[in-house]
Every structure is written in structure tokens, then in C-alpha cells.
């Protein structure tokens, strides 16, 4: 069965600070990835996506992330965090309709 | 487009009462989900949809939750009778392809 693992559950990071957030898969056939963001008290946004092609993806927020195949690994990065990234991150693998989501990764920015 | 929407956004009831969470697709999707999140278990799929039709109810806790979709446009969520242990945030998301739009959220309390 497909399964997504985020190694890091909590990171702090002060503003301006580099951030790059860990997700590992497992192969499953079709490699869908995305990673979702959740604002506090808010629902899940789409940060970004990979189907297929350019393994570096650029999404929203200045949020990218690099398909590593070999390493079974779609990390999420951003070169410069702001108070506003304050938030859970979720990366989720799937093929069609059924995702699967990791256990999230709460990340606070602070001033 | 106006995403897709949940009522209500909260709701307070009393353990043994009926619960029933709504949702409307966005227009023109076609896979509808629900899912279930708590501190514990994080995000859990409950019950996914195509073209109206239950495809994967695995993740429904057990018989006290059921899920309908009368229509293409529209989905409920009833919990019968309800339990403490049900108080959660249940969004519920809609899809056309393989990316999911999540809705607000429904943050339920039984107390």
C-alpha cells in the first residue's frame, strides 16, 4: 500500500530563514505528489503538485519542491520563510482520487 | 467559483443526538471525499465518491457513520447516535481528476 512519511513534525524558524521540509514515498505504480498547506483554523490549500516532467515544481507562496525519484523523496523548500508561513504542511502521494496524506509538519515562524 | 462549501462550520451537540454534515461540490466535479481530522490521528479519508456511486468507505469509523450523495452537486455526512470521540474537524473535499479542493470544515463537538 502507498504511504507518505514527513520526518519532521515540528520546525521554528525565524523569519528569513531557509526551510525545507521532508516527505518520503512509497512507490505505489503512478507517482502523483502534492504537498497542502493548512493556515490556522483554516481548511487545505494546494501548494503545489507533481505529475510528471520537470521534477522541480514551482507552486504558490513562493513554495518550490524537487522530485527526487531515486530517493523516493518530494521535499518542500522555500529560500526565505516569513511570519505568514506559519502553518501545517501536508504532503500527500495517490494515484487516481485516493490520497494519501503524511502526519503533517507544523511550522512557526517567528519575528 | 465559489470552492466547496460546508455547513454547518460548527457545530455543538450532545452525545446520542444525529449529526448530519453537509457539503456541495464545486461545479462540474466529480469525486467527492470525506475526511476526518483530529490531533491523534491527524487526517483520516472516511469515504470517497465517483459519479455518485461509494467507492472506498474502509476509513468510516463504524455503523454509526453513514454518507449519501443524492445528486452529482451534493453529499451529507451523518453521525447516529453521536460520541464524545467524534469531536473532530470533518472536511470534505471534491475533485476532477487528481487534485483535491478542500472545503472549509465542519469543526464538530459532542460533548
Known amino acids: 500500500a502507498q504511504s507518505v512519511s514527513q520526518h519532521n513534525h515540528h520546525v521554528i524558524l525565524s523569519e528569513a530563514a531557509s526551510l525545507e521540509l521532508g516527505c518520503n514515498y512509497s512507490?505505489?505504480?503512478?507517482?502523483?505528489l502534492f504537498w497542502y498547506v493548512q493556515y490556522p483554523g483554516q481548511h487545505l490549500q494546494l501548494l503545489l503538485k507533481?505529475?510528471?516532467?520537470?521534477?522541480l515544481v514551482k507552486g504558490i507562496k513562493g513554495f518550490e519542491a524537487e522530485f527526487i525519484k531515486s530517493k523516493f523523496s518530494f521535499n518542500l523548500r522555500k529560500p526565505s520563510v516569513q511570519w505568514s508561513d506559519t502553518a501545517e504542511y501536508f504532503c500527500?502521494?495517490?494515484?487516481?482520487?485516493?490520497?494519501?496524506f503524511g502526519a503533517g509538519t507544523r511550522l512557526a515562524v517567528h519575528p | 467559483d465559489a470552492g466547496v462549501i460546508q455547513s454547518p462550520r460548527h457545530e455543538v451537540t450532545e452525545m446520542g443526538q444525529e449529526v448530519t454534515l453537509r457539503c456541495k461540490l464545486i461545479?462540474?466535479?466529480?469525486?467527492l471525499f470525506w475526511y476526518r481530522q483530529t490531533m491523534m490521528r491527524g487526517l483520516e479519508l472516511l469515504i470517497y465518491?465517483?459519479?455518485?456511486?461509494?467507492?472506498?468507505d474502509s476509513g468510516m469509523p463504524e455503523d454509526r457513520f453513514s454518507a449519501k450523495m443524492p445528486n452529482a452537486s451534493f453529499s451529507t455526512l451523518k453521525i447516529q447516535p453521536s460520541e464524545p470521540r467524534d469531536s473532530a474537524v470533518y472536511f470534505c473535499?471534491?475533485?476532477?481528476?487528481?487534485?483535491?479542493?478542500f472545503g472549509p470544515g465542519t469543526r464538530l463537538t459532542v460533548l
Open positions: 465518491f465517483n459519479n455518485n456511486v461509494p467507492i472506498d
Open positions: 507533481y505529475f510528471s516532467g520537470d521534477p
Open positions: 500527500a502521494t495517490g494515484g487516481y482520487n485516493k490520497l494519501i
Open positions: 473535499a471534491s475533485s476532477q481528476g487528481d487534485t483535491q479542493y
Open positions: 512507490y505505489g505504480g503512478t507517482v502523483n
Open positions: 461545479s462540474g466535479h466529480n469525486s
